[in-house]
């Protein structure tokens, strides 16, 4: 009796301590979400996001900084998806265990380890100075499509590996061959948690300061671009910049707090467009 007791209080120590720390946790965010709606909701307006910056950026709006964001999301996504993807495939489906495979996955995953700030310095020297591209949104979506590939590749490839290996040994039976096992089994399977961590990995990007601030963030830039080469401002940069270096730091504070503000806004949308399309996806797979 004695020993199912000190079992049982074990056993609720471990939990409360669990539960607190999940409480603390969520008190936190509570905290520095309450503090950054509290001083930026006043900031907030339709005239605030499609105003262009004034007076050094203490008046004004964000939207060259927004749209600029969502230039550099779009292109980093498009160079990152394809080639994570595939190469997630393959590692999974095809290739072979051995040295080469985990070798490979060590370096994956120390690629995603490697702090975003060199990713910066390698696209300015080799995008921006060898490739001649210069300060330009093609140079910075190269940069954040870099930082976003390995994540891109390790959730592929753990997608896929959650996919019971009895589909596939079913549609080898049914004469099927591996690309279409994949493609048409396996694939629309393991497609809801794929996307799920293709936006996720979007939200950060979203927020990466370093990468752009070498290969394509402007200081001050209050026009959309015209083309690829163009620079842009950026929310992240462009929070940065009138809170630690601008004109008037404490004439644009309200802008800064809007400014996260609407940075964290957008990374909720993505996140609840990634839950949505999770379950949609995660129905119409069960439908089929």
Same mark, same amino acid.
């Given at each position: 009796?004695?020993?199912?007791?000190?079992?049982?209080?074990?056993?609720?120590?471990?939990?409360?301590?669990?539960?607190?720390?999940?409480?603390?946790?969520?008190?936190?965010?509570?905290?520095?979400?309450?503090?950054?709606?509290?001083?930026?909701?006043?900031?907030?307006?339709?005239?605030?996001?499609?105003?262009?910056?004034?007076?050094?950026?203490?008046?004004?709006?964000?939207?060259?900084?927004?749209?600029?964001?969502?230039?550099?999301?779009?292109?980093?996504?498009?160079?990152?998806?394809?080639?994570?993807?595939?190469?997630?495939?393959?590692?999974?489906?095809?290739?072979?265990? #051995?040295?080469? %495979?985990?070798?490979?996955?060590?370096?994956?995953?120390?690629?995603?380890?490697? $702090?975003? +700030? =060199?990713? @910066? *310095?390698?696209?300015?020297?080799?995008?921006?100075?060898?490739?001649?591209?210069?300060?330009?949104?093609?140079?910075?979506?190269?940069?954040?499509?870099?930082?976003?590939?390995?994540?891109?590749?390790?959730?592929?490839?753990?997608?896929?590996?959650?996919?019971?290996?009895?589909?596939?040994?079913?549609?080898?039976?049914? #004469?099927?061959? %591996?690309?279409?096992?994949?493609?048409?089994?396996?694939?629309?399977?393991?497609? $809801?948690? +794929? =996307?799920? @961590? *293709?936006?996720?990995?979007?939200?950060?990007?979203?927020?990466?300061?370093?990468?752009?601030?070498?290969?394509?963030?402007?200081?001050?830039?209050?026009?959309?671009?015209?083309?690829?080469?163009?620079?842009?401002?950026?929310?992240?940069?462009?929070?940065?910049?009138?809170?630690?270096?601008?004109?008037?730091?404490?004439?644009?504070?309200?802008?800064?707090?809007?400014?996260?503000?609407?940075?964290?806004?957008?990374?909720?949308?993505?996140?609840?467009?990634?839950?949505?399309?999770?379950?949609?996806?995660?129905?119409?797979?069960?439908?089929?």
């Amino acid at each position: 009796m004695q020993y199912a007791e000190k079992k049982r209080l074990k056993q609720n120590f471990a939990f409360g301590t669990l539960r607190v720390l999940s409480y603390s946790v969520l008190v936190i965010l509570i905290i520095i979400l309450g503090f950054i709606v509290l001083n930026g909701f006043s900031v907030l307006s339709w005239e605030f996001l499609t105003a262009m910056p004034e007076d050094g950026m203490t008046k004004g709006g964000i939207f060259p900084a927004l749209i600029g964001t969502l230039c550099l999301m779009a292109g980093s996504m498009i160079i990152a998806f394809p080639v994570g993807v595939m190469s997630g495939i393959y590692m999974n489906e095809y290739m072979r265990d #051995g040295f080469f %495979k985990r070798f490979i996955n060590v370096m994956t995953n120390n690629l995603a380890g490697i $702090p975003s +700030i =060199v990713f @910066g *310095l390698f696209g300015m020297e080799f995008f921006v100075n060898k490739l001649g591209w210069g300060d330009s949104i093609i140079a910075g979506s190269f940069t954040l499509g870099l930082l976003a590939l390995p994540v891109v590749i390790r959730v592929t490839e753990e997608a896929l590996k959650a996919v019971s290996k009895n589909f596939r040994e079913a549609s080898f039976a049914l #004469g099927a061959s %591996k690309w279409q096992t994949t493609s048409k089994v396996v694939l629309p399977i393991a497609l $809801p948690n +794929i =996307v799920t @961590g *293709l936006i996720l990995s979007m939200s950060r990007v979203s927020g990466e300061t370093a990468p752009i601030l070498f290969t394509v963030a402007a200081y001050f830039l209050p026009k959309l671009p015209s083309s690829i080469f163009d620079q842009v401002m950026a929310l992240p940069y462009h929070l940065y910049v009138i809170s630690t270096s601008g004109t008037n730091i404490e004439a644009s504070r309200p802008m800064a707090y809007g400014t996260a503000l609407v940075l964290i806004l957008l990374v909720l949308t993505l996140n609840l467009l990634a839950n949505a399309l999770r379950r949609y996806l995660g129905k119409k797979v069960k439908m089929n």
